[in-house]
Nanobody, 116 residues
Framework: QVQLVESGGGLVQAGGSLRLSCAAS????????MGWYRQAPGKQRELVAA???????NYADSVKGRFTISRDNGKNTVYLQMNSLKFEDTAVYYC??????????WGQGTQVTVSS
């Protein structure tokens, strides 16, 4: 099973920036989309951003204009550039990968904390 390794979380002040990275270990040519979910305490998991192999992107309304997702298909790595962070962005962020004819893969989660 492919492993998704996340990095880049941390503590930032409101208005600051972070960049999350997620790399799929090994070689996996079945991945057709990758992205990020997040889950805050007491809240339901929500899709933050997604990107396909062709570069099509989708964003949650709450992050449009502030977050940018990108992908290096050759490395099966996705990035989430988060700017103008708000307290409401505080959550554990989970990377995922959609795979053709296979189950979705999930990262271990990385904590993002935004202080007021």
């Amino acid at each position: 099973q492919v492993q998704l390794v996340e990095s880049g979380g941390g503590l930032v002040q409101a208005g600051g920036s972070l960049r999350l990275s997620c790399a799929a270990s090994g070689t996996d040519n079945s991945i057709y989309a990758m992205g990020w979910y997040r889950q805050a305490p007491g809240k339901q998991r929500e899709l933050v951003a997604a990107i396909t192999n062709g570069g099509s992107t989708n964003y949650a309304d709450s992050v449009k204009g502030r977050f940018t997702i990108s992908r290096d298909n050759g490395k099966n790595t996705v990035y989430l550039q988060m700017n103008s962070l708000k307290f409401e962005d505080t959550a554990v962020y989970y990377c995922y990968a959609n795979r053709w004819k296979r189950g979705d893969a999930w990262g271990q989660g990385t904590q993002v904390t935004v202080s007021s």
